[in-house]
């Protein structure tokens, strides 16, 4: 019987080939910090920095001294934006490489790979596929970690049953997978050749490094610091037990597809995170609640990716994405996705290109989605419309949002492209 365990780990081997060849100290120079074995990306580099350096107080701060600029950025929480508009330079390049052959390094990454991947597994299988064909759900998580969308749609195209020869075919046939041939033929030959249940060869892997933090944690703000040995899933509602405040189970509330949200700080207080409900307007109405309901915010909220994100009106801060999933929730009792990746599943597509937008086509809160550098199926960031060339969102800069934009088609003149969606 296969464990999530050697799976979770099984899988880290397989995609870790595939994105970097199993070199931890990987860096990708051509687009803005992509780090690691697992090819961390923007802000995720900076969450596997927050990692690494929890593991190797030591090894950070050798990495501290050689990369200041970089270090600092991850200390002050610096937002999505910077991240992704941030290439690394050679020293700082230089830092990572040699603070990355340490063990202790290792563990970190390895421990921000367990989170990712739990929430992956968590994810595809209410797609339908099972942790008891660990097979082709390592091949979906490799799909996932590439591009949920396009993973979402090869899943929908075969099934979540599928066997492992179906779902590779499919994935080929893929607009966009199917570009990344030799991935995934190494990816099928590995899975092809795997009984499903012994341990990955050594590729640099620590033992016994324990849970990650929970989840697919995008910050640690308002997050319990304790180690999780055992997780009970059941009618969502999530139960944690291991050390610190999960010694007598800490419990998680469901708040929106894939995420739960602690039910204490980890001060042991009640965590501004839980909210419930919804509101019920519909049509113009609901459009025109919504646009006043952020205008009334502006400035309102702290830029964070930490618990609260969901509930920032108890929090004090929010995200670009969980500001756009609260507002439409609390006034439309709607679930549009919790994160920009996550939206993309939810209402429809009005417009796609680059440049202008097509105003005249759009309507008060049609959402639009930025890559700022490059493709990106789960985009960089998202912006709601409201009306009169204007936009308003938080991004991080400055740190207090929601902000106005008040000449939208200049502001989408400087991303590499857009994508407009209608979700009432």
């Known amino acids: 019987m296969p464990t999530r365990e050697n799976t979770i780990m099984y899988a880290m081997y397989v995609i870790g080939e595939v994105e970097s060849n199993w070199d931890w100290t990987g860096v990708y120079r051509a687009d803005p910090i992509t780090i690691g074995m697992m090819q961390n990306y923007g802000q995720r580099a900076e969450i596997c920095i927050e990692r690494c350096a929890a593991e190797d107080p030591e090894g950070y701060a050798a990495f501290k001294a050689a990369a200041p600029k970089l270090a600092a950025a991850v200390e002050q929480d610096y937002g999505w934006n910077w991240w992704t508009g941030y290439y690394v330079d050679d020293a700082e390049a230089a830092a990572w490489q040699t603070w990355a052959q340490?063990?202790?390094?290792?563990?970190?990454?390895?421990?921000?790979?367990?989170?990712?991947?739990?929430?992956?597994?968590?994810?595809?299988?209410?797609?339908?596929?099972?942790?008891?064909?660990?097979?082709?759900?390592?091949?979906?998580?490799?799909?996932?970690?590439?591009?949920?969308?396009?993973?979402?749609?090869?899943?929908?195209?075969?099934?979540?049953?599928a066997t492992l020869d179906t779902m590779h075919a499919a994935c080929m046939n893929n607009g966009i997978l199917g570009r990344y041939k030799n991935r995934y033929n190494t990816v099928y030959g590995r899975l092809s050749d795997w009984d499903g249940e012994s341990a990955p060869p050594?590729?640099?892997?620590?033992?016994?490094?324990?849970?990650?933090?929970?989840?697919?944690?995008?910050?640690?703000?308002?997050?319990?610091?304790?180690?999780?040995?055992?997780?009970?899933?059941?009618?969502?509602v999530m139960t944690l037990w291991g050390s610190g405040v999960y010694a007598s189970g800490l419990t998680c509330y469901k708040s929106a597809p894939n995420t739960w949200l602690p039910s204490i700080s980890k001060t042991g207080e009640p965590n501004p995170g839980t909210n419930t409900g919804g509101g019920s307007s519909t049509g113009n109405t609901a459009l025109n609640e919504m646009r006043q309901w952020l205008l009334d915010h502006v400035g309102a909220f702290?830029?964070?990716?930490?618990?609260?994100?969901?509930?920032?009106?108890?929090?004090?801060?929010?995200?670009?994405?969980?500001?756009?999933?609260?507002?439409?929730?609390?006034?439309?009792?709607?679930?549009?996705?919790?994160?920009?990746?996550?939206?993309?599943?939810?209402?429809?597509?009005?417009?796609?290109?680059?440049?202008?937008?097509?105003?005249?086509?759009?309507?008060?809160?049609?959402?639009?989605?930025?890559?700022?550098?490059?493709?990106?199926?789960?985009?960089?960031?998202?912006?709601?419309?409201?009306?009169?060339?204007?936009?308003?969102?938080?991004?991080?800069?400055?740190?207090?949002?929601?902000?106005?934009?008040?000449?939208?088609?200049?502001?989408?003149?400087?991303?590499?492209?857009?994508?407009?969606?209608?979700?009432?």
Not at 204 to 225: C, F, H, I, K, L
Not at 231 to 236: K, S
Not at 332 to 341: D, F, L
């Open 202 to 236: 050594d590729f640099g892997q620590v033992q016994d490094v324990g849970a990650g933090s929970g989840g697919q944690n995008t910050g640690s703000t308002g997050q319990p610091s304790a180690a999780v040995t055992r997780v009970q899933l059941d009618n969502g």
């Open 302 to 424: 702290a830029y964070s990716q930490g618990a609260g994100r969901m509930s920032p009106e108890e929090s004090g801060y929010t995200d670009c994405s969980a500001l756009m999933w609260y507002v439409y929730h609390i006034v439309t009792g709607e679930n549009i996705g919790s994160w920009t990746g996550d939206q993309q599943n939810y209402g429809e597509i009005i417009a796609e290109g680059s440049g202008d937008l097509p105003q005249d086509d759009m309507q008060v809160m049609d959402l639009v989605f930025f890559n700022w550098r490059g493709y990106n199926p789960s985009f960089d960031h998202v912006e709601a419309y409201i009306g009169g060339n204007q936009l308003i969102g938080h991004g991080g800069n400055p740190h207090m949002g929601p902000t106005v934009k008040h000449d939208a088609n200049a502001y989408a003149r400087g991303a590499h492209d857009w994508r407009v969606r209608r979700y009432v």
């Open 102 to 161: 340490r063990d202790k390094n290792h563990v970190g990454q390895q421990k921000l790979w367990i989170d990712d991947a739990t929430g992956y597994i968590e994810t595809l299988t209410g797609w339908g596929l099972s942790e008891d064909r660990p097979q082709t759900l390592i091949y979906a998580m490799s799909m996932y970690h590439q591009s949920p969308r396009e993973a979402g749609n090869v899943i929908g195209a075969c099934g979540g049953s």
